[in-house]
């Protein structure tokens, strides 16, 4: 299938997950054990089952999957209305991050069916039986489907992401051509959902020191910003073998990125800026 | 906090156990896989190129080999193989001058590159067992 949009839902790939063993390199106290189920209410007509990963910090036991059959006629069109149904109705102990629920916070972000993506901008419709749901991939959980993020806004916080300038502060607003600031676009939009950096499988292996696309794209959005005079030190702090160079274009983050910007993209206009100042 | 029991490490959520296998992913692990089986068959190559040197009866054995259908096997497999990394590797360089980014064109070049290794696949066998049998 060639895909266009990263909204596009994929349906024709031969496995629905790489043929691994399940618990291969996963350490003891991460392993998921099978939960109980939840049964529809009764007299429910149309009804969808969900795989649900959950964790509850203060039991002391492994996470585990527990199923929840879902009734639609009850719920709304999305992934995230289906989390409240069953919130609301079936176990109001299910945790997740949500705000905005139009796919401008970022807060939703998850694995859903196997790709990370909104759960607000993500139709029931749209997914198999039954449906997957998981928290952001490779994080630390704290609750359910809530990942602690502090490690990827600890590396947001490394690229320094506010104007750098060394003249006096000017006494009106700093101006920009239409031109240089449309060299934003495609940047500015970035909600930092980390969808990107958490399917990145360079990022699975070496987290701790590649900071991920999501990161890298926002690196990018100061380097090309007009207004901002720390061009040289940006590069030299991004150019190490793991920050920077540890993206080998596997484009991961391109394709699951729920805004439809090109992480990818970035990353390679950040390495062509490391070519071209060397001259 | 002295009172505090020993807190358990927070469980991390699965990554490539659960992820969907992608064209974006898969090629690339395809492109690690081919390259250190290539490595492999470059060390053969060696084999059969010292066999050639040393004379007729390292070149029988080496040939017989190479001949069995195991061997005949591997080779195909390595022809792919190479293909495959030959072109994933032009793939990588055109990225590298910041092109073909927009998702179709990954998409596009990216099943082309497999096509295309099929289609030079069969052409150097074709080509090969044409030579053979003249």
Redesign the interface.
Known sequence: ??????DQV?RS??????P?P??????A??R?GQGKTWPAPVGAVRVKSFEI?R?D?EA?E??RVETFEVDLDGCGPTVLDALFWIKNTVDPTLTFRRSCREGICGSCSM?I???NWLACTRFISDLASPA?I?????????KDLV??LTHLFAQYAMIEPWLHSKAPAPESERLQSPEERGKLDGYYECILCFCCTS?C?SH?WNGDRFLGPAVLLQANRWLVDSRDEAKEERLDSLEDPFRLYRC?????C??TCPKGL?P??AI??V??MMIERQG | MSNSTARRPRPLSPNIQIYRPQLTSVLSIVHRITGVLLSGFAVWLVVWLSAAATGPRAYAIVRGVTASWIGQTLLLAATFAFFLHLCGGIRHLVWDTGRGFKLRSIYVSGWSMVAASVVLTAATWAAGLFVAAR
Request: no cysteine.
């Open positions: 299938m060639i895909v266009t949009s990263s994929s790939t031969l496995f629905k997950r790489f691994i399940k618990t291969l390199g996963v350490a106290d991460s998921i990963y964790y910090p002391g492994n996470p694995n069916d196997g790709v997957r998981y928290p952001l991939a490779n994080m630390r959980i704290i990942p602690d399917g499988p699975w080998h274009t596997i484009l991961n391109t394709r090109n990818g993209e390679a206009e390495k062509k």
